[in-house]
């Protein structure tokens, strides 16, 4: 199996900073390729929301360039990912929290991981990014960790009514400040001929269902340039219809035949963690690590240790 991959973003209509950070690779291994791909909405009321959603971005992609070839080698198990996420998540809440209160501010962030083999798909989810598996219908992988799904699940609301409630976008829990971190981890067969996208809440706030399986379905994502473009879209629809959030999406299209390594990379994680950038290799599955510089600006430092990430 082989994979394209494409993304796309934009700062919405009133924000001033772009809060969303996301990261998409394609490895070749003894499995053959596989995909991972991660993507965060920092908190929009707290301050600092694009370096939590950053750092984040960049843990998972650690575990990608370090973790992941290892278990490609000796079999990747549902059970070994979900603790290996597991503990990214935890270690990233308590070193955000730490970073936060030095500075007398709180910051959080979602995140939403997806893993793609030739057989296989893992997700793990915080808050409400999600993940869709877009063929002849649209599927949604994940479950919004918010106060109106909540509702929706006690069967006290309709989805058309958490659509317009004032709570769709308060989260349960997210990253960075709350106590404990519980994500959601789900697992699936990988389908052939599939689109699966990872986006923030932004990108499917004022766009229906039909049109995400219209744009992004398998028969129009064939290259990356329309990949985007089509993202891109439906990115203008939303800024159109009113969406003041920042709007983020990644496109992953499965497929059978032979291509090349791709990254894509946010460009607030590029700017925060340059090793993470485009022009970063794409072969090198081991690289030199360097301590994470956990900072908005070049000289806030985390005291001490002068990283984020452990």
Not at 125 to 148: A, F, S, W
């Amino acid at each position: 199996m082989d994979f394209l991959v494409s993304a796309a973003t934009d700062i919405g209509l009133t924000k001033t900073v772009n809060q969303d950070s996301y990261d998409v690779r394609v490895y070749r291994t003894g499995m053959g390729k596989v995909v991972f791909a991660v993507i965060c909405d920092g908190m929009g009321g707290l301050s600092g929301g694009e370096i939590a959603s950053a750092s984040v971005v960049c843990a998972f992609c650690r575990w990608a360039d370090m973790r992941l070839p290892l278990l490609c080698g000796s079999g990747i198990r549902d059970d070994t990912v979900r603790s290996d996420w597991m503990d990214i998540v935890s270690s990233c809440n308590e070193n955000i929290k730490t970073y936060a209160g030095m500075y007398g501010t709180r910051m959080g962030t979602t995140v939403t991981a997806l893993l793609i083999t030739p057989v296989r798909y893992y997700i793990l989810n915080v808050g409400d990014t999600r993940v869709y598996e877009i063929g002849d219908r649209v599927r949604k992988l994940t479950r919004d960790q918010t106060v109106t799904a909540r509702e929706i699940e006690l069967g006290n609301m309709t989805e058309a009514e958490a659509e317009r409630d004032s709570r769709r976008s308060v989260l349960l829990q997210c990253v960075g400040a709350s106590r404990e971190v519980y994500p959601d981890m789900f697992f699936g067969d990988t389908k052939d001929n599939a689109v699966y996208m990872l986006c923030s809440d932004g990108f499917r706030h004022e766009i229906t269902e039909e049109e995400i399986q219209r744009y992004l379905n398998p028969g129009v994502m064939t290259d990356p340039g329309g990949m985007g473009r089509n993202m891109e879209h439906l990115i203008s629809l939303n800024k159109q219809r009113g969406e003041r959030d920042n709007i983020s999406a990644v496109s992953i299209r499965t497929f059978y035949g032979e291509g090349t390594e791709q990254r894509c990379v946010s460009a607030e994680t590029e700017r925060l963690y340059p090793q993470y950038g485009e022009s970063a290799p794409t072969d090198r599955l081991y690289p030199e690590w360097e301590p994470l510089q956990f900072a908005l600006e070049a000289e806030l430092a985390f005291a001490e240790s002068s990283k984020i990430i452990e």
